[in-house]
C-alpha cells in the first residue's frame, strides 16, 4: 500500500499540463468579468462607480431642495453614468494588461504541481502556487487569481490546451494546489 502511495505522488509531482497561445483582447475582457463576478474586490469595483454617482446627485439634489420628481429623474442619468464608468474602466484594465502580454507573442505555458512557467517569444515567467490562492474556470479560460483582494491575475485559455486531456490535468492540478471560486 504505501508503495502504490508513493507512486501516487510521483504521478502527481510529474503531471503537467501545456498550453500553446497568442493571448487576445477578449481572453483578457473574459479574465476582467470572472475576477469581476468571482472576487469581493471585483464586485466592489463593479458596483462602487454606480453607487457613488447614485448617492452623489441624491446629496446634491436633495441640499438644492429639488422636486422629488425630478431627483427620481434626475437619478437614472446619474446612475447610467457610473455603469458607463464601471464598464469602461473594467475595458481599460482589460486594455492594459493585454498591452503588456502583447509583448511576449505567442506564449508556452507549462503548469504543474510547482506552479506555471510561461515562454515567450520575448520573454519569460515562472510562477509558483504560493503567488495565487484562487481560481476561476469560464467556458473559454482558467483565470488564476492571487492575493488578498484578487490584485495578481493570469489567464490560460482553454484553445491553447496540446491535447483535449491538458484541460482536465490542469483542472486537477490546480484544484490541489488553489481554492476555487
Not at 454617482?53 to 427620481?72: D, E, I, K, N, W
Not at 434626475?74 to 469602461?88: H, N
Not at 507549462?110 to 510561461?118: F, L, M, N, P, Q
Not at 486531456?165 to 476555487?180: C, E, T
Request: aromatic share 6%; proline share 4%; charged share 25%.
Amino acid at each position: 500500500m504505501h508503495l502504490d502511495e508513493d507512486r501516487t505522488q510521483r504521478t502527481q509531482d510529474t503531471e503537467s499540463a501545456v498550453f500553446v497561445y497568442l493571448p487576445t483582447l477578449e481572453d483578457f475582457h473574459g479574465a476582467i468579468r470572472a475576477r469581476a463576478r468571482r472576487t469581493g474586490a471585483g464586485r466592489v469595483e463593479t458596483a462602487l462607480p454606480p453607487l457613488l454617482t447614485t448617492c452623489l446627485m441624491l446629496g446634491f439634489g436633495v441640499s438644492r431642495g429639488f422636486l422629488p420628481v425630478v431627483l427620481a429623474v434626475s437619478l437614472v442619468p446619474a446612475l447610467g453614468a457610473g455603469l458607463f464608468g464601471a464598464a469602461r474602466s473594467r475595458r481599460g484594465m482589460a486594455r492594459r494588461l493585454h498591452g503588456a502580454m502583447a509583448t511576449y507573442g505567442q506564449c508556452r505555458t507549462e503548469v504543474d504541481e510547482r506552479g506555471a512557467a510561461t515562454t515567450g517569444e520575448t520573454m519569460s515567467y515562472t510562477a509558483d502556487w504560493k503567488l495565487y490562492t484562487h481560481y476561476t474556470e469560464t467556458p473559454e479560460l482558467f483565470v488564476l487569481l492571487g492575493g488578498h483582494r484578487a490584485s495578481c491575475l493570469a489567464l490560460l485559455p482553454k484553445r491553447g490546451a496540446q491535447e483535449p486531456a491538458d484541460v482536465d490535468r490542469l483542472r486537477g492540478i490546480l484544484d490541489r494546489n488553489l481554492r476555487k471560486l
